[in-house]
């Protein structure tokens, strides 16, 4: 096998960049794979060099079932979940921000957070049911993922992909994806939950 | 078993990756690929091989690897689960004939009484032989046979019997039965039947380790009873077999009057005893087994005198007052003038260590150094990679370090400066041979990037410095050699590819244990903890204190350089002690809640043996509670199995800035985020006859990491 994951043709990614807008740009995270590593979160925060406690990326853990007598076969199973930014079709921050900061862009479907127009009053914190929006104790601002907004628009993946130590998570344009993941049997779906939102990020297991 | 491929592995999660290959249903028998994680943590590893459904997680009870490895081979050996075949090959000549490049000692003759030799040639009255083996009953030289030996067989030569490695090994599995391994490893019944058969019966079967089964004090016995699993089903140096790594490219400095160190060692490592007294009162490790020294037993050493009183430290890349198990020794000899009169230690941080030293060199961070990098067994080419200093710079004409910080040095430069002062001859002018002047870092290296495997040195036009390394070519044809009809072997380049792999270890079997006089056994044995005189621990201790101490690592930190770094440290704030559903019932406690915790020795913190260290203890651990006790917040997960008091490395730090410290009256930059958390080291139980040091392996020289007793209560 070569370095690259056999489950995500580059070809994919070409597409996506090649594909004229609007779209939606998007990231697919592949939990079978994520060994919770944290080597994105540390990516994204060298990339975007933010400060302590303002985290665009994490890693949440999810325990499932319960083991507690040894002399039967446990049942637990853990998951790690990658947490960017969602990019949703209805971003909730954007309806809860009261001076119109956030926007969704057109062109890619990117969500961003205007600083010069934030007042920093973490509504949008409030509203967004996977907790992407960060107050910056220094900046005085929210601050969330971009999609690493400066390095697609060069054509380049996102810092959090490349960096992906289990090939595990992979950037692209929303319906490219989609339409690889279904011709993909063996990966199913899965919900972070929330829908409300339609959260873009794609999640297989 | 005991090896966490998904949190600790380099270069870059290689052995991750692998696995992700077979899960992805892509390598040549990826839908048969079964991952067994047998650990008393639900890893990283655990979880990815659960995921799908396929594998398994078997949460073994701490210390007791043996049971559970031998119980394995006593299954394969009764079970036919083993290749017959190749473990009846006596030498090179016939495994070459039958088409294997490798064969074993499992044919061999060893003695049953003492010393369990190997039988060889002229004690059989044959003539000159290492290894004497039974052809259809027949002794012969195992170089003069050109058939199959016999394999589970015995004979009586001059009136001593002599047994086979294999029947040895089986009568040693067959001391135990699998129920009994089962209930020591408390894990479901036939477990352990059930694991041993799917193994054998693989396609491509590989049990593989790393620290786990083998920084206990049966340390030594685990890893050889791994191995032989291993050699039984006829995986070593395979393809998708046990690969042991190969020789990385290495380089030298050719010079021609280099001095070497000798005498004993305060650690008495590779020492045999050799006092005058039948029985030592203190340990020695052999240099066969323990060949990298033993240094929790430098400073139980260094404070009792005991062999000899040292005169000076010097630490480097160390942080023992922090890493070592059962740490109080540790800290205390750095207290103690007497023990320890002149301390130096070269850090890059205020580390626990550095701050009872007398001398501080400030040291650049340890990647930012020259040097190189060897290969670890996952990659199976040859390969070295180049460390350089990429914040710093080298003066163009005398190639002298210059760091961004003005007091700052390379350590290795230090070293050369101290070398030179001390009028060492392979240093300085001419050091390296006639007109090789070795004056500091850079000259060492660039002259050792000149010899054998290397050319260019340090020139900055080379392939070396270019490429950042030496890398042979990962294609597959170079990785494995089809020459054999038994399979496919890796190629092994710059290793010994022909060799007898040796299930018995008859180096052991002659060396003694110093503190009994008797002698070591050259196959594992069922044990779980033992002391210093291979001793159980008394049974009644566990009533008493009846949880396990048990430690593992975030993926995301090293023990001791990475916590001052805040954005790691925020990935997890703090650590806790995780504890299991069924422990937190009994206990009456949830996530969050606080309990004290005491070992059987940690009480001696309060007594004359640490009178320098207790007057300090409280500044250093502030969860220190007096007469042994710490408390600790607790988290509930059934990602530990019941029993266990888990508490991860890292976190807990009393130096490197967790704590307010002043040079010249001057505070110093500080973040108590660095020392957050909770640090296990102190209540590790020491060993009941030596008293000041924790319980260490008597032939392997490893600590026994996980599964001393401990008392816990609510508070």
């Known amino acids: 096998m070569s370095e690259l994951n056999p489950m995500m043709p580059e070809e994919i990614i070409e597409q996506s960049f090649k594909k004229p807008g609007p779209k939606q740009y998007t990231l697919w995270v592949d939990l079978e794979y994520c060994i919770g590593c944290h080597a994105c979160t540390m990516a994204c925060k060298s990339e975007n060099n933010t400060p302590v406690g303002v985290d665009y ?143 873009s990020v794609l999640y297989t297991k | 078993m005991g090896s966490n491929v998904t949190q600790a592995d380099y270069p870059m999660q290689l052995r991750a990756r692998y696995l992700q290959k077979f899960g992805k249903r892509v390598g040549p028998s990826a839908k048969e690929f079964k991952h067994v994680v047998v650990d008393p943590r639900f890893s990283n590893a655990a979880a990815k091989a659960t995921h799908a459904g396929a594998g398994e997680w078997i949460p073994i009870k701490p210390a007791t690897d043996a049971y559970f490895l031998l119980g394995m081979i006593r299954w394969m050996l009764e079970n036919n689960g083993y290749k017959r075949e190749y473990l009846s090959i006596p030498s090179e000549s016939v495994a070459k004939k039958k088409g294997y490049r490798t064969w074993t000692d499992m044919t061999y003759l060893v003695s049953t009484k003492e010393p369990k030799a190997y039988l060889t040639g002229k004690d059989a009255g044959l003539g000159t032989s290492d290894y004497v083996v039974l052809v259809n009953g027949k002794p012969t030289m195992f170089q003069e046979s050109t058939e199959f030996a016999d394999l589970d067989a015995g004979t009586v030569i001059n009136g001593v019997e002599y047994k086979t490695v294999f029947r040895t090994l089986r009568e040693r599995a067959q001391e135990k039965t699998l ?182 060199l400030p040291d650049t961070e340890y990647h930012e150094r020259l040097g190189g990098f060897k290969t670890y067994p996952p990659v199976k080419t040859q390969v070295w990679g180049l460390r350089q200093p990429v914040v710093g ?116 079997a002659l060396n003694k244990n110093s503190m009994t006089g008797k002698y070591f056994d050259g196959l594992p044995m069922y044990r779980t903890i033992v002391d210093c005189k291979e001793q159980p621990l008394d049974p009644n201790i566990y009533k008493e204190y009846p949880f396990q101490l048990h430690t593992w690592k975030d993926t995301f930190h090293t023990q001791s350089r990475t916590m001052n770094n805040l954005w790691l440290a925020s990935i997890k704030p703090q650590n806790y002690a995780d504890i299991n559903p069924a422990d937190a019932e009994k206990l009456g406690v949830k996530s969050g809640d606080w309990v004290k915790v005491k070992s059987p020795s940690s009480d001696q913190l309060d007594t004359d043996m640490y009178k320098n260290y207790s007057k300090y203890i409280k500044d250093f651990y502030s969860n220190y509670l007096g ?34 410290w002043y040079m010249n009256g001057k505070e110093q930059p500080n973040d108590e985020r660095v020392g957050a958390g909770f640090h296990i080291n102190p209540l590790y139980m020491a060993d009941p006859v030596l008293k000041n040091i924790a319980i260490i392996d008597p032939i392997g020289g490893g600590t026994q990491s996980y599964g001393t007793p401990l008392r816990v209560e609510r508070i």
């Not at chain 2, 070293?415 to 070795?438: N, S």
């Not at chain 2, 030496?470 to 170079?478: S, T, V």
């Not at chain 2, 600790?632 to 800035?657: E, H, K, N």
């Open chain 2, 627 to 660: 007469g042994g006790w710490f408390k600790f917040q607790v988290r509930v997960t059934s990602r530990i199995r019941p029993g266990l008091f888990s508490v991860c490395q890292s976190y807990g730090r009393f130096g490197a800035g967790a704590k307010k």
């Open chain 1, 57 to 199: 990326n994490r890693v949440i853990e999810v325990e499932e079932g319960e083991f507690k007598d040894s002399k039967k076969s446990p049942d637990v199973r853990v998951y790690f979940v990658p947490m960017p930014c969602m990019h949703c079709g209805q971003p909730a921050c954007m309806a809860a921000c009261p001076v119109g900061a956030i926007t969704k862009r057109k062109e890619d479907g990117i969500v961003l957070i205007n600083k010069d127009k934030c007042i920093g009053c973490r509504y949008c914190a409030w509203a967004c049911p996977y907790g992407a929006p960060q107050f910056s104790a220094e900046a005085k601002v929210m601050e969330k993922c971009t999609l690493c907004v400066h390095r697609v628009e060069k054509g380049l993946k996102p810092a959090c992909v490349d960096t992906c130590v289990a090939k595990t998570r992979f950037f692209g344009e929303l319906n490219a994806l989609t339409d690889y993941i279904n011709r993909q049997k063996a990966a199913k779906r899965a919900s972070v939950g929330a829908g409300g939102t339609q959260p």
């Open chain 2, 179 to 360: 129920e009994e391994c089962d209930a020591v490893c408390d894990i479901p019944p036939g477990t352990i039947a059930k694991v041993a058969k799917e193994f054998s019966s693989a396609k491509h079967p590989v049990i593989e380790m790393f620290r786990g089964p083998v920084q206990q004090s049966n340390g030594w016995y685990n890893a050889q009873a791994l191995c032989i699993i291993n050699v039984l089903v006829d995986n070593i140096d395979r393809k998708g077999g046990y690969i042991s790594g190969h020789a990385a490219y290495k380089g030298d400095v050719e010079a021609p009057n280099k001095r070497k160190p000798s005498g004993v060692r305060v650690d008495t490592a590779k020492a045999k005893y050799q006092g005058k007294k039948p029985f030592a009162t203190r340990p020695w490790y052999s240099g066969y087994s323990a060949p990298r020294g033993v240094a929790p037993n430098f400073f139980s050493s260094a404070r009792m005198g005991y062999p000899y009183r040292i005169k000076a430290y010097l630490n480097y890349y160390n942080d023992p007052a922090y890493t070592m198990p059962y740490n109080q020794e540790t800290i205390e000899a750095l207290l103690d003038l007497k023990a320890m009169p002149l301390t130096f230690s070269i850090d890059a941080y205020m580390g626990e260590t550095s701050m009872f030293c007398d001398y501080i």
């Open chain 2, 393 to 508: 710079s080298f003066d163009p004409k005398t190639h002298e370090y210059k760091s961004i910080h003005p007091d700052t040095k390379m350590a290795d430069d230090v070293l050369i400066m101290v070398a030179k002062e001390c009028g060492l001859p392979a240093f300085g002018k001419d050091g390296g041979g006639p007109g090789i002047d070795i004056n500091n870092s850079w000259d060492y290296w660039n002259e050792y990037y000149k010899h054998k495997d290397f050319k260019e040195g340090l020139d900055p036009n080379g392939s070396l410095v270019k490429l950042g390394g030496k890398f042979q070519n990962p294609a597959p044809r170079y990785q494995y050699t089809k020459d054999y009809s038994s399979g496919e072997y890796t190629s092994f380049p710059g290793g010994r590819q022909v060799r007898v792999i040796f299930a018995y270890q008859n180096s052991v």
